[in-house]
């Protein structure tokens, strides 16, 4: 089977604007979690979804959200982007909730 | 929520040395997974192991639910097993998402 993929690998946007990350999970896994890696805060959970509903969120502002569609797919949008919402944002998907099986990342960079 | 420490938080070895690496969690946990973020950022199951032992080649991971902690074992290490290597739990169902620990920052050298 195909691994997680996450589009796209790497993204520069500025202040203000906003952004939408990407994420296809293993084929057959319904649930797909997403998380923020920063060098101060480490990897931290912002939610989880399971067949299109949001079940998780994490200690996050408003700003954060995300979706999932029929087919698992999922997106993440951050709007008003701030500075120290640079990071490496990886996506998870798992069939029920036993192994999470991480993607390779999409580094955002805002400046 | 469920605290996550992991020790040294950093490791430096030369090839071929043994490791042993630290978890400790502050509840009950029904999920514990180790994983190794290679240099491009990627994270790469090693074991999923709320309780027992498990091994894979030279890994070797052992939870002691009781106890609250868990180790994973690294033999004969390679240059290769460089990274970073977290321990993540969580102590829900599905939806839960994994409370990461700060990482063992693992360095071999030739």
């Known amino acids: 089977k195909a691994g997680v993929t996450q589009t796209p690998r790497y993204l520069i946007k500025t202040r203000g604007q906003q952004v939408t990350l990407s994420c296809s999970p293993i084929s057959g896994h319904r649930s797909v979690s997403w998380y923020q890696q920063t060098p101060g805060q480490g990897l931290q959970f912002l939610f989880e979804?399971?067949?299109?509903?949001?079940?998780n969120k994490g200690n996050f502002p408003g700003r954060f959200s995300g979706r999932q569609f029929s087919n698992s797919r999922s997106e993440m949008n951050v709007s008003t982007l701030e500075l120290g919402d640079s990071a490496l944002y990886l996506c998870a998907s798992s069939p029920f909730q036993e192994t999470q099986y991480f993607g390779p990342g999409t580094r955002l960079l805002v400046l | 929520g469920i605290q996550v420490e992991q020790s040294p938080p950093d490791l430096i070895l030369q090839e071929g040395a043994n490791s042993t690496l630290r978890c400790n969690f502050s509840?009950?946990?029904?999920?514990l997974q180790w994983f190794h973020q290679n240099p491009w950022g990627q994270l790469i199951n090693l074991f999923y192991?709320?309780?027992g032992t498990k091994q894979n080649g030279r890994l070797s991971a052992t939870t002691v639910a009781t106890e609250r902690y868990s180790l994973l074992y690294i033999s004969s290490s390679q240059t290769t097993d460089s990274g970073v290597y977290f321990c993540a739990v969580s102590s829900g169902g599905g939806a839960d998402g994994l409370t990461f620990g700060k990482g063992t920052h693992l360095i071999i050298q030739p």
């Open positions: 509840d009950s946990v029904n999920n």
């Open positions: 192991i709320p309780s």
């Open positions: 979804y399971f067949s299109e509903t949001q079940r």
